[in-house]
């Protein structure tokens, strides 16, 4: 009788990285585009654009190396995110490239997108190299809140671009908005203290119509926010900012404590103090009394940007115009190319176009917020809900702006409106979701050999 022992391993099951799907998905994220930019020049032209070759061959050659780069380093990582950022980028170019063909609009801005773009890609992939574990960001929890604020109050010291101070100018390389840069910094911040925090700040006093109120101690971390928020507002001008930080802060307090009272603190506290400041500073007025006056101001015939925006919206209807047929060139300025991009957009795409603009952001951020729920970790879920809080809020005000919702207050509409800082630090952001994203879904290592999975197999002659 021999006796033959078979010894079988068992290890763990390996999840699928669905980077396949994301191939799928980044050959239509290439092809709108391309299609998108022929149909431009054919509507202005009657004939096929002399660059959209070299546009399409350059575009998939982006998509072609972040995809490699996210087989390599973060295989289990979201397949949906990066078709989305690049097609969102790719109809951003052809909106822009659409409205260069203006002459009134001022010099081309589509090549300088298309290389702050490449430069956006390039930092992505440097995140996706170096960034191996998202987890090691919290060590950096305080040095975060510094170079914050450091980006943040930057601006002060630079003059004033329409009324508003965002922009530095760093000598040969031209204006940057160091506030794209520092939405990231501060969720990175907002991550590491409330992970610390939470349970103290969770702790309520009493209870008073249905709210667990506050400890009076506990409500400073939100003051401090808040009169940084507003000294924002006062001495750069700019709203969009201060209602970015506070609003992420506000977000993610209430994820990590679960009290629906810091919301109504916040929104109390948001409101008060956009009343008060609005009271005094003449900026923030003009930007209030366009919005609600759009006809009553304005140089062109008594007609404001807003009200071009508002006719740009009525005249696309539910199809609109056609790609290269629209007249959103009367909003004037460089303002078609950057804060009402979104209404050329409605103008020549119709509702219809709108709606799936807004749709790509909207499963953007669901992805985003589907990853911070499938963190493992306090922090990679507190950073990836600020991280996609934080894009949810840039949109809000730049469409709510546009659309007349609420009023206007300079922000960029990601990957999509004109703007270097804009397209450099979205990329940034997407990809640190992913990094977030790769390490929840990646596999927990095989566990070592135990005597049970041997098997002994007795062979009778």
């Known amino acids: 009788m021999s006796v033959v022992t078979n010894t079988t391993t068992i290890g763990a099951i390996e999840a699928p990285s669905r980077r396949n799907t994301e191939l799928f998905l980044l050959a239509f994220a290439v092809i709108i585009p391309v299609f998108a930019y022929a149909n431009v020049g054919l509507a202005k032209d009657g004939s096929l654009p002399a660059g959209m070759l070299g546009y399409g061959v350059g575009l998939s050659l982006l998509a072609g190396v972040t995809h490699l780069m996210m087989r390599k380093f973060a295989k289990y990582a979201d397949p949906l995110m990066l078709p989305i950022a690049t097609l969102l980028n790719g109809m951003g170019l052809v909106f822009i490239w659409r409205l260069d063909q203006e002459p009134s609009l001022g010099k081309a801005m589509a090549p300088n997108q298309l ?5 956006g890609v390039a930092l992505f992939l440097a995140v996706l190299l170096f960034l191996k574990d998202h987890r090691v960001l919290q060590r950096y929890t305080y040095i975060s809140m510094v170079v914050a604020l450091v980006l943040l109050i930057l601006p002060m ?9 965002i922009w530095i100018t760093i000598p040969g390389v031209g204006s940057l908005q160091p506030g794209e840069f520092a939405k990231i910094i501060i969720a990175i911040f907002f991550a590491g203290y409330l992970m610390v925090k939470r349970d103290a700040l969770a702790l309520a006093s009493r209870r008073f119509m249905g709210m667990y109120l506050p400890r009076g101690r506990d409500l400073g971390p939100i003051l401090v926010i808040w009169v940084l928020s507003l000294m924002i507002l006062v001495f750069e001008t700019d709203l969009g900012t201060s209602l970015l930080f506070f609003g992420l802060f506000v977000i993610m307090l209430y994820v990590a404590t679960e009290r629906t009272s810091w919301v109504v603190f916040g929104l109390t506290l948001s409101a008060a103090g956009a009343v008060g400041v609005a009271s005094f500073a003449t900026h923030v007025q003009s930007r209030v009394n366009n919005w609600l006056n759009p006809l009553a101001h304005g140089s062109n015939g008594g007609v404001t940007e807003t009200a071009q925006a508002m006719f740009s919206f009525g005249s696309g209807g539910l199809f609109g115009s056609g790609l290269g ?16 991009i979104l209404a050329t957009v409605g103008e020549e795409l119709g509702l219809t176009g709108v ?8 499963l953007l951020i669901e992805r985003g917020i589907r990853t911070a729920l499938a963190a493992r970790d306090p922090f990679g879920k ?3 809900i600020g991280l996609s809080g934080a894009f949810t809020l840039q949109i809000f005000v730049v469409a709510g702006g546009v659309t007349g919702l609420i009023p206007l207050t300079g922000m960029t509409m990601p990957f999509l409106a004109q703007g270097g800082s804009s397209v450099i630090a979205n990329w940034a952001l997407v990809a640190i979701l992913l990094r977030i ?16 999975a041997e098997m002994t197999q007795v062979v009778r002659p």
């Open 157 to 165: 010291f630079f003059p004033g671009v329409n009324g508003a101070k």
């Open 437 to 452: 994203s790769d390490t929840a879904r990646r596999p927990a290592p095989a566990p070592a050999p135990s005597p049970d």
């Open 355 to 362: 709606m799936a603009i807004i749709l790509l952001y909207g």
């Open 115 to 119: 290389m702050w773009s490449t430069v």
């Open 382 to 384: 507190l950073l990836a």
């Open 325 to 340: 047929q629209g007249y959103s060139r009367f909003i004037g300025g460089i303002a078609p190319k950057s804060d009402y």
